[in-house]
T-cell receptor, first 114, second 111 residues
Framework: DAGVTQSPTHLIKTRGQHVTLRCSPI?????VSWYQQVLGQGPQFIFQ???????GRGNFPDRFSARQFPNYSSELNVNALLLGDSALYLC?????????????FGSGTQLSVL | RKEVEQDPGPFNVPEGATVAFNCTYS??????FFWYRQDCRKEPKLLMS???SGNEDGRFTAQLNRASQYISLLIRDSKLSDSATYLC????????????FGAGTRLFVKA
């Protein structure tokens, strides 16, 4: 069975641009969450979606948005990119609806903002 | 104060040693707790869940102390392959669901 897949694996953008990151969960998983990880830090929670509805949101500005599609895949959008948005963006899927237990992570998208 | 705090280490231990990590959390409404392992340049992977009654999986034991708001992970008989960053994770619901990771504790096991 395929694990969580993310695309693209690497991305280079310039300040002010917009970026869309994509995630496909493990088959049967209806919950998807997004995280930002900078070097030397743990992943920071951005969003959680379940059944196409936002269930949780971290402390990120409104430039960050996400959505989940009927097939449970998800997109993370970041507008007006800043240098500080350079990070590894991780997507995780989970079978659990409310507790986000047992997260399975994709290998991430490395975003560089120049 | 960070919501989840861990000693960043690094912990340098010889093979066969026993090593313990602690993690403290600030939100008393926290509902579920986990330890994840992250190898260099890889994604985090679930190591184990943490319960008040304790949870043991082979050489690994995790414990939750709700009164003191800390979580522990004990690794016995350390192996070279245990070298990694160990992330403490706390879930809670305050006006919406949140999953909070600690910054991680680095472990190096040496021959």
């Amino acid at each position: 069975d395929a694990g969580v897949t993310q695309s693209p694996t690497h991305l280079i953008k310039t300040r002010g641009q917009h970026v869309t990151l994509r995630c496909s969960p493990i088959s049967g998983h209806k919950s998807v969450s997004w995280y930002q990880q900078v070097l030397g830090q743990g992943p920071q929670f951005i969003f959680q979606y379940y059944e196409k509805e936002e269930r949780g949101r971290g402390n990120f500005p409104d430039r960050f948005s996400a959505r989940q599609f009927p097939n449970y895949s998800s997109e993370l959008n970041v507008n007006a990119l800043l240098l500080g948005d350079s990070a590894l963006y991780l997507c995780a899927s989970s079978y659990d609806r409310t507790t986000n237990e047992k997260l399975f992570f994709g290998s991430g998208t490395q975003l560089s903002v120049l | 104060r960070k919501e989840v705090e861990q000693d960043p280490g690094p912990f340098n231990v010889p093979e066969g040693a026993t090593v313990a990590f602690n993690c403290t959390y600030s939100n008393s409404a926290s509902q579920s707790f986990f330890w994840y392992r992250q190898d260099c340049r890889k994604e985090p992977k679930l190591l184990m869940s943490v319960y008040s009654s304790g949870n043991e999986d082979g050489r690994f034991t995790a414990q939750l102390n709700r009164a003191s708001q800390y979580i522990s992970l004990l690794i016995r008989d350390s192996k070279l392959s245990d070298s990694a960053t160990y992330l403490c994770v706390v879930n809670y619901r305050t006006g919406g669901f949140k999953t909070i990771f600690g910054a991680g504790t680095r472990l190096f096991v040496k021959a």
